[in-house]
């Protein structure tokens, strides 16, 4: 006889009661308070439940305006107070830091690719790109190009990065989730648009070419160009660019290729973390929470796509996202563990093109 799935991290604590009988487990189980609340309401409910939400730094601003609100639409609904505890880093230091020991119950990161290695951990169970809607794909972007004040270069497209005299800012796809973004924009706008492989290698060797500088991460490209002054163009998410018009009350510069990747941020459940929190129920209702058209108007509101189609159509947001007509996808490039092998591991082609091969 198997135990009960909530048993399955608190084997020796409860490994007595088990032996004694089912029922036993279950009745004690009842009726011992949640070790993450405090307090009890109504029929001895929790007063209080602590979450920790761990996402990559662009969605602060989207999580500012949407987390108040599931707050108070919780406790109208079950008269308990959340406490939401987010943690903003980079993608992949984040991902890092909950292999290592931060307890997430809920994870939103730049691209599926982190969100894998988490499963693979053995924190994260199989089959969560299906647990939510749009396969779990909670806030989307796309890069974007931009320019100096007035595009001195004329860029217009992807190509035009390769012309002689153009300096682009970038980071290294090898240290950054955002520049393997880039990266595969360079290479999809010559594949998904009519092209072959080899077509593609040597157009995206020609445009790291015209890289003076790899940076770690975007937020060092970013401050490359601008404080810094180098280059005349920069790739960044189109979210990021929108955000900083608004918060800065300067419209930057930039180019919305035709021939674009979508840029698609994903949201999962850390199932060994809530079990162990007991926080699933609130936890799931949080993430649910995320793919309402009252939260993915917010989204909407700081930069990104929203995911929800009546949200898209609202006039004020198809008014502020210049469609795409060729919007392909990761999946549209073999996936990421595909994406990963081919381009991104010691010798693969990445490699190969800063070696000039």
Not at 189 to 217: H, K, M
């Amino acid at each position: 006889m198997k135990p009960w799935r909530w048993l399955k991290n608190t084997t020796r604590r409860f490994t007595a009661l088990f032996l004694a009988g089912i029922s036993l487990s279950v009745a004690i189980a009842a009726c011992t308070p949640n070790a993450n609340t405090s307090g009890t309401g109504q029929q001895g409910q929790a007063s209080t439940v602590d979450l920790t939400l761990v996402s990559f730094a662009v969605t602060k601003a989207a999580h500012d305006r949407i987390i108040p609100k599931f707050v108070e639409k919780w406790q109208q609904e079950h008269n308990q107070t959340v406490r939401i505890n987010a943690s903003y880093g980079g993608s992949g230091s984040q991902t890092r830091a909950v292999i290592d020991g931060l307890e997430a119950d809920i994870v939103q990161l730049a691209l599926a690719l982190d969100t894998e290695r988490i499963e693979q951990a053995g924190l994260i169970e199989p089959g969560w790109e299906q647990e939510y809607p749009n396969n779990s794909i909670v806030s989307q972007s796309v890069p974007v190009i931009v320019t100096r004040a007035g595009n001195p270069q004329n860029i217009q497209n992807w190509q035009d990065l390769a012309r002689d005299g153009v300096q682009l800012i970038t980071a290294d796809p090898k240290t950054s989730g955002v520049a393997r973004w880039n990266f595969l924009a360079l290479w999809g706008s010559v594949t998904e648009n009519g092209g072959t492989e080899q077509q593609a290698q040597e157009f995206v060797r020609q445009v790291y070419q015209n890289v003076p500088i790899l940076t770690r991460d975007a937020r060092e490209a970013t401050d490359v160009f601008y404080k810094q002054g180098q280059g005349n163009v920069l790739i960044n998410y189109e979210n990021e660019i929108i955000l900083a018009a608004q918060q800065g009350g300067q419209q930057l510069p930039y180019v919305i290729p035709d021939v674009n990747i979508s840029i698609d941020n994903p949201v999962a459940i850390v199932d060994r973390n809530v079990d162990r929190h007991g926080t699933r129920e609130v936890a799931q209702a949080f993430v649910e929470y995320l793919f309402t058209p009252e939260a993915q108007a917010e989204f909407a509101a700081v930069g990104f796509r929203p995911v929800d189609a009546s949200v898209a159509q609202r006039k004020e947001v198809a008014d502020k996202y210049a469609p795409i007509n060729n919007l392909f996808t990761v999946q549209d490039l073999g996936g990421w563990d595909t994406i990963q092998q081919q381009f991104f591991e010691d010798g693969a082609v990445f490699d190969q093109i800063r070696a000039g091969n």
